[in-house]
């Protein structure tokens, strides 16, 4: 098992092929780290400059005054070797090799040569071809990404650059919360399953996600993902799913994208997760990150329109879901309040008519009775209410109630229900703007539970 | 064929049952109705007002000194008889029954009277138990649902009642354009087969959306969907899809959902495209109503990231659709301006170093290259471009190129991706925030390709 305490907690951290010149990589890079708030040293090196951003700069790596433990190095391919000699001698723990231009274009001899040269030095590799990395609890963010992520508790591995660099400025619209981001790139040294078996252990990681299109040693992912899949949800889009499209990754990558089947198999023996498209991976990490799991499989469905509750329904059947009656309780304190043409079986349906408080109500009781162990709320954006005041009224309920239970929502309508939506994100309430979304996510959550079992009982035997 | 001329094209409307009190449904269909512009006469009717929103009240519909086409009915259910009677003596046309409490509480009989009635008077019912409806060219919208309903190409039938609100709304923030929206409810006279025979004719008309709970006449909903989509494509959002959504859906309206295996045979036989959710048919809407349709399946797909191009060839292949080697003049021109290592396979890789000119010219060349047929274009933002750069740069393209081929646009990123898809929406240009459903609404296109051919093949034999 690598040691990446170093990466993750680093007291210092060079940044090679640093640049006065605002666009520029090396200029990014420094510039994160610097605003994004790391506490320790940030060095620049860049034989050319005596400052950048206000930090002074270094001919070398081993011209600066204390032994750093992050090399970020973003220089020409050719340049890297000399880089992580100097680096290497001069101490330095892990090398996070921004440049492209290895195996990728076919230079598999530079990039065995670098990671050799590492190893020499007791150094890892990152990389290369990669945008850097982010570690939010150390305020680490040594990309030329997006600078204001937001600290979370969802670590994201990615293979791709330009669509990971994409994915963690979506994380910031979406209000998803991150603890890392690993640009994981060729994988010539440290892999996914190096980093798997760190976030397993991190207590500021609750949900991994990966973007992966080949692994490079299947049998220690299934190992590494299965261990992690025993404490936290580890979710999976797999760049080609499909025969054609695994063609199309193998060709992009040069790594073997591999067998759709082998990769099946292998996800479902390491409980992975494998969500079929960018949304739905991030529904789901909603879903998994911000609720805590169910303790049972009653799960109701609360509705004022009977066809958002008949899509979620069915989206619910698509995924082995099948609702059962409502508990009592439930059903007879929402009798209190609802028309006597309401439908109470589940879904319940509260009516076209329902005001805010009847949200308030049906959320709270259904919180309160413990026979109910998971919630879908559904609202259809009528002439009565507006979504802000029932996105509202489902929050104070939750704040009330002084329980939690797993809960997604969905807010269906224009531009108000929108804005729904972003008041529950804030609380951390997943909320989507269609009932199918909201269904898919709650039953990633069950699907999780079904994974984590099957891999403890596989352990077992 | 129902001649529904004048309920498109109404000289007069009255809405009986119209308030002074805002948040009052009679109130909201007034409001609506004058304020979206209807150019023909409105005649509130309220024994108790004098004025309603500036426009004369009327105690009754035979008291208005001419003849209505229309009569919207928005009074209580043991009312609405004496509402027909009136309305009918007074020579209208089209009673719009927006009162519940008839079939879908168990009232069958009060129901078919109001049939009987309307029928014995010469005078064909929508609804009840329902919302109201839209004819953008008219400038009707009598609903109560929003009132800003954007102008366009599409009809929306919905069986749903607060979620057919709820999804206007959405049509709004989607930017998606109208011709109509039709409430439908219990369809105790006219159902959706009477529209889309209307709709088929109707050149404001060229995508007809349907939410259905279920057909009142199978046979005839077949007869009149499959001559639709000879024209124009239908896509259908059907409640019930899986076997206990039927059931579900059963329960909600009463009306039977119907064998889950039945309907899918039936809108195969149709050619009507069945979206999976919500959000599938509204991204098929979008690629459907503002694209030409293709002259050929030579699709191709540029993108700036690899991962991107994976993602985008395995949801076409999961609709059955594999990309070709690119035409050589395509090719010719790319390799112009791209990096040697960039992949001129499909998907066309342009590298993540693709500045905003490269798009420009990347599209440019695919329009104008003849044996390229429809393009998916995929952006990744990373720090060299701004998404709404790129966004302006496929619009120049498009503009400069003169030529229109059916075109989905993804631009992955966050918050300036975002502004990117919006002003692409605003130049009716289909785009979304992941490569995935960028590619499942090209697929939809040429879905409807070959629904039509079957549909076509099918009444030929």
Redesign the interface.
């Known amino acids: 098992m690598a040691d990446l305490t170093k990466l993750f907690y680093p007291n210092a951290i060079a940044v090679v092929g640093a640049s006065r010149q605002p ?1 520029k ?1 090396g200029y ?1 890079i420094v510039k994160n780290l610097k605003e994004f708030g790391f506490q320790g040293r940030i060095y620049p090196v860049n034989p050319n400059a005596n400052e950048i951003l206000g930090l002074k700069c270094y001919p070398s790596v081993s011209s600066i005054p204390e032994p750093v433990d992050v090399v970020v190095v973003s220089v020409p391919a050719q340049k890297v070797l000399d880089v992580i000699d100097d680096a290497g001698k001069a101490g330095a723990k892990f090398a996070v090799v921004i440049a492209s231009g290895f195996k990728e ?1 076919g230079n598999v001899e530079l990039e065995e040569e670098l990671v050799r040269r590492a190893h020499k030095y007791g150094m890892r590799v990152l990389g290369p071809n990669i945008f850097g990395y982010v570690y939010t609890p150390s305020k680490i963010n040594a990309t ?3 600078r204001d992520v937001i600290p979370g508790n969802v670590a994201f591995i ?10 963690m ?5 979406e209000g998803i919360g991150i603890s890392a981001i690993i640009s994981i790139g060729n994988k010539s040294d440290l892999d996914d399953a190096d980093f798997l078996e760190f976030f397993a252990e991190d207590p500021n990681t609750s949900v991994v996600l990966i ?1 992966m ?1 080949g692994a490079k040693d299947g049998k220690r992912f299934i190992e590494a993902a299965a261990k992690t899949t025993l404490k936290k949800p580890v979710i999976a ?1 797999k ?7 695994a063609r ?2 193998a ?3 040069g790594s073997l994208a591999g067998n759709v089947a082998i990769y099946e198999a292998a996800f479902k023996q390491a409980g992975v997760l494998m969500a ?4 739905e991976a991030f529904d789901w990490v909603k879903a998994l990150s911000w609720n805590p799991l169910p303790e049972g499989e009653n799960l109701v469905v609360i509705t ?8 979620t ?3 619910l ?2 995924n082995g879901i ?2 059962k009656e409502p508990p009592k309780y439930l059903v007879e304190e929402v009798k209190k309040f609802v028309p006597p ?1 309401a ?1 109470l ?1 589940n ?1 319940i ?1 509260i009516t ?1 008519m329902a005001p805010v408080d009847w949200y308030y109500k049906a959320v709270y009781a259904a919180l309160k009775d413990p026979e109910v162990h998971s919630i879908i709320v559904l609202y ?5 209410t507006h979504p802000v005041d029932v996105a509202k009224a489902i929050i104070d309920a939750v704040k009330d109630a002084g329980v939690r239970k797993p809960m997604t929502v969905s807010l ?7 804005e729904g939506i972003q008041l529950l994100t804030k609380e951390r309430i997943p909320a989507y ?5 909201a269904a898919s996510a709650m039953a990633a959550i069950y699907k999780y539970l079904k994974a984590r079992k099957y891999v403890e009982e596989r352990l077992k035997s």
């Open positions: 666009g990589i990014t274009v030329f990404g997006p990615s293979q791709s650059g330009a669509l990971g660099i994409a994915l400025g979506m994380t910031i619209l973007y299109e889009i760049a080609g799913r499909t025969e054609v499209g199309a990754a060709s992009h990558t079929r498209s960018v949304e004022n329109g009977g066809g958002a509750g008949v899509q329904t069915d989206t059947a698509d099948y609702l043409f439908s079986a879904p349906d076209g259809c954006h009528t002439a009565i269906i309508g224009g531009k108000e229900a929108y703007p269609t009932p199918e979304r």
